[in-house]
């Protein structure tokens, strides 16, 4: 796919725009940009009150320099708290966020700031979707998924009963801002939960990304030039899509590699520490690619490559990886069925013919999803 070109400034800052006429935005990637964002915010919305939506182990560590830049920029911060994790994408939740920007009295020209993973940003991006009927909000990612994917596109919402992101809106930010030094206070965990979303660009329809991810994914834990490499070139694929299909009504639900698997499962190990959203991602793409193999659509060695590049970074391929308790094979067929890529009951998967080569493959005869899951569960008779 062509990527927009990406800019590189002389601080070592890279920026991007994701084009969407008049609400056209940029990406700015690199070190230091906390300390920076009171100045890129007032050169967008002058004097504005700004409520920071932010979790408190963020808080803990970065919501001070955040607050302290914008004061110095003449904005008038106001954080709203949440507690970590996918639990707080919830109605409660949404409740209280909305709540406390009502009482900091956030105007329909003021802002809500993101200042999280993307649980953070699909939470508040949302509030800010709701609030007044829609204020602007600004995504400051601080986890590598956030960084890499969920600040980029304007898909904001809460978790169901029914299912994963059932509720929300498309509603995109004025800016992304993503400061690749908070990277160093995020747990690995939660570094290679992100990861997979990394590892899904190369997957989805860039083969050398991928091949170069296998040589560098140390580099890129590590930190320095590989990270920000991988950082940018992932939001570059991100942001080509989006500028295409904004709202997933063609080639954007290529992104949901991984995804009809992996939410099934978030949901069935009821949106807790023991699955994080890029763990589950990283069993369903070896799932899609194991699934391809056994329809005959691609190479069983690729499905293999797949779960071994996946395996080597530490990530789960696996549903006996899941610790714990799931629904039965009814559950999960259940689950997937909430998939908000079904049409009249017809379940669509996102498929391989190879790495790289993935495709949008609609009407997938349910039977066949629900013997290679129970197959999946006996322990596979897959690659
Ligand atoms: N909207 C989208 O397009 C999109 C795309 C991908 C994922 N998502 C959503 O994103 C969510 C997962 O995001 P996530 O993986 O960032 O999870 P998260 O928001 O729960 O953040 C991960 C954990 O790391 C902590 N943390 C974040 N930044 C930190 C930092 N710099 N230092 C120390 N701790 C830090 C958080 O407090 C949290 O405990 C899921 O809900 C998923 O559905 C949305
Ligand atoms: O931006 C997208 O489009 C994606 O599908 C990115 C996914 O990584 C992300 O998890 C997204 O929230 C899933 O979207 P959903 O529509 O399946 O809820
Ligand atoms: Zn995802």
């Not at 006429?21 to 002058?46: C, F, H, K, T, W």
């Not at 698997?261 to 990283?282: I, K, N, P």
């Not at 080597?312 to 689950?335: F, K």
Request: glycine share 12%.
């Amino acid at each position: 796919m062509p990527l927009p070109a990406a800019t590189t400034l002389p601080s070592d800052v890279t920026q991007l725009r994701v084009g969407l006429g008049d609400r056209s935005y940029d990406i700015v990637i690199g070190p230091g940009l906390l300390a920076q964002a009171g100045a890129r915010i007032a050169a967008l919305r002058p004097g504005a009150r700004v409520g920071i939506v932010t979790d408190r182990n963020v808080a803990e560590r970065h919501l001070g320099t955040v607050e302290e830049s914008l004061r110095a920029a003449g904005l008038v911060p106001t954080p709203v708290i949440v507690e970590p994790g996918e639990k707080s994408k919830s109605f409660a939740v949404l409740e209280q966020v909305l709540d406390g920007l009502l009482a900091a009295r956030i105007e329909r020209r003021d802002l809500v700031l993101a200042l999280g993973g993307g649980v953070v940003g699909d939470l508040a991006g949302f509030a800010a979707a709701a609030l007044r009927r829609g204020v602007d909000f600004v995504q400051v990612p601080t986890s590598l998924l956030a960084q890499v994917d969920s600040s980029v596109g304007g898909k904001t919402g809460i978790n169901s009963r029914h299912g994963k992101n059932l509720i929300g809106a498309f509603h995109q930010p004025i800016l992304v801002l993503a400061d690749t030094g908070v990277l160093d206070t995020l747990p690995l965990r939660e570094f290679r939960s992100g990861y997979a979303e990394v590892a899904k660009y190369g997957l989805i329809d860039n083969a050398p990304f991928f091949t170069w991810l296998e040589r560098k994914w140390q580099d890129v834990f590590g930190g320095g030039p590989a990270r920000i490499e991988a950082i940018a070139t992932s939001c570059a694929s991100k942001a080509a899509v989006v500028s295409r299909d904004e709202k997933e009504t063609g080639d954007r639900a290529l992104l949901n590699l991984g995804h009809t698997f992996g939410h099934a499962l978030e949901a069935g190990a009821g949106f807790s520490q023991r699955l994080l959203h890029g763990e589950a991602v990283a069993i369903g793409m070896a799932q899609a690619f194991r699934f391809s193999a056994a329809q005959g659509l691609c190479a069983p060695a690729d499905a293999e490559r797949v779960a071994a590049h996946l395996k080597a970074v530490g990530l789960p391929t696996r549903i006996a990886d899941i610790p714990g308790e799931l629904p039965d094979t009814d559950g999960l067929m259940d689950l997937i069925a909430q998939d908000k890529k079904v049409s009249r009951g017809a379940l669509t998967f996102i498929l391989a013919r190879g790495i790289g080569q993935s495709f949008i493959a609609r009407d997938v005869d349910p039977a066949a999803v629900r013997s290679f899951l129970e197959a999946e569960r006996a322990g596979g008779a897959h690659p």
